[in-house]
Nanobody, 119 residues
Framework: QVQLVESGGGLVQAGGSLRLSCAASGYIMSIDAMGWHRQAPGKQRELVAVIRSDGGTGYADSVKGRFTVSRDNAKNTVYLQMNSLKPEDTAVYYC?????????????WGQGTQVTVSS
């Protein structure tokens, strides 16, 4: 059974930094794209950042220049370095990944980690 487990969320003041991690475990044959989404109260879940297996990245306009997504393929882990945090970044952050397990590709989601930015 494949699982994604996030860590690194918490409370930080505006202008501060946090680093989120998401580790995939289980019977994993390969991992394609990995990414981060977030959902603030009363809002739809939105894509924050994505990183392909070749290292190519994409970001939401709202986080460009402040957030950096990276991955460690040896550890099946994706990271999100968040700098210059703003109160509007407050949300539950979810990682997801396209993982090939048992010769089938599925999209998996983590349980989410809360990020709260105080003004």
């Amino acid at each position: 059974q494949v699982q994604l487990v996030e860590s690194g969320g918490g409370l930080v003041q505006a202008g501060g930094s946090l680093r989120l991690s998401c580790a995939a475990s289980g019977y994993i044959m390969s991992i394609d794209a990995m990414g981060w989404h977030r959902q603030a109260p009363g809002k739809q879940r939105e894509l924050v950042a994505v990183i392909r297996s070749d290292g190519g990245t994409g970001y939401a306009d709202s986080v460009k220049g402040r957030f950096t997504v990276s991955r460690d393929n040896a550890k099946n882990t994706v990271y999100l370095q968040m700098n210059s945090l703003k109160p509007e970044d407050t949300a539950v952050y979810y990682c997801n990944a396209d993982i090939v397990s048992d010769y089938r590709k599925r999209n998996y989601w983590g349980q989410g980690t809360q990020v709260t930015v105080s003004s």
